[in-house]
């Protein structure tokens, strides 16, 4: 009998994430270890954002460094797991009628890998990637979650990668910085949105105030989040594996739905 698998939305913050040993990237290990061992990843990265809905659809996902600026030892590492051209066909199938791309191109961006360093790190689970669709309004990728919903019940973990708290401009590079008053508001606007299962005032970004507009300064980083939201069952229990804001302006809250 196949487990019915939670869906988790990680605050991934910055790349360096995947080679240190933090109280993030433990509650992340923990995370993994905790929950059901899933038969496939569906992940929605914020890094892998344009104007078309596309779905990885290679055996082998190559592992893209797509940052700069970082030390050499990051640029080595590498994500082997395997891709599932069936399962991606099968993501296309239950997206249709709308148009999705078989891509043979893109890979693993850091979103994905560098989480699933920790999460799994032995690399034997399949995962691919659906791109974030720009062209898309926030209520439409919720939409397009529910209808991803029932694969939960067929062992795949959705994985939403972004941050409900992500403006580099404001960011505070120094050590343990002091969060912003704003961040920290907006962050916790939200969770307290997710805990009382009111969805509808999270997808509705032009409307977000002050508070919001610094925190979403873009919207690549929050609309992983939506997928999570929308995949929601009832009866899903609600936890927050990870809390707290980074370098000031970056959360890295992590969302969980289910068991």
């Known amino acids: 009998m ?16 995947a080679l240190l040993d933090t109280d993030v ?19 929605i990265s914020a890094h892998w954002y344009l104007p078309q809905t596309a779905v990885t659809a290679m055996a082998q996902p190559r592992t893209i460094h797509d940052f700069g600026g970082f030390p050499r030892a990051l640029y080595s590492v590498a ?25 043979l191109a893109w890979g693993l961006d850091h979103g994905t890998w560098a989480v699933l360093r920790h999460l799994y790190p032995a690399a034997d689970i399949p995962v691919i990637q659906l791109s974030l669709d720009a062209r ?6 919720y939409a397009r979650a529910k209808r991803l919903a029932s694969l939960r019940e067929e062992g795949v973990l959705i994985l939403g990668s972004g941050n409900i708290v992500h403006n580099l401009a404001l960011a505070r590079w120094e050590k343990d910085p002091t969060p912003y008053d704003w961040a920290e508001r907006f962050d916790t606007w ?14 509705e970004m032009e409307a977000f105030g002050e508070d919001g507009q610094r925190a979403v300064p873009t919207p690549e980083h929050y609309l ?9 069952e009832d009866n899903d229990s609600v936890g ?5 804001i980074d370098m000031g302006s970056i959360s890295m809250t992590a969302v969980q739905m289910g068991g």
């Not at 196949?2 to 994430?17: E, I, Q, S, W, Y």
């Not at 082997?80 to 069936?86: F, I, K, R, W």
């Not at 898309?136 to 990728?141: E, Q, V």
């Not at 927050?240 to 707290?244: A, C, D, H, R, S």
Request: glycine share 8%; aromatic share 6%; with cysteine.
């Open 25 to 43: 990237t433990r509650r992340w290990q923990m995370l993994g270890q905790a929950i059901p061992r899933p038969k496939a990843i569906l992940a």
């Open 136 to 141: 898309l309004a926030p209520h439409r990728h």
């Open 240 to 244: 927050f594996p990870v809390t707290g």
């Open 190 to 203: 939200v969770r307290q949105r997710i805990e009382a299962g009111e969805h509808a005032p999270l997808l």
């Open 224 to 232: 992983p989040l939506l997928y999570v939201l929308g995949v929601k």
């Open 79 to 103: 994500y082997p797991c395997p891709g599932d051209p069936q399962f991606a066909a099968e993501v296309a199938r239950r997206l249709a009628p709308e148009g999705v791309e078989s891509d």
């Open 2 to 17: 196949t487990t019915r698998m939670p869906a988790v939305f990680l605050g991934h913050g910055n790349p360096m994430l």
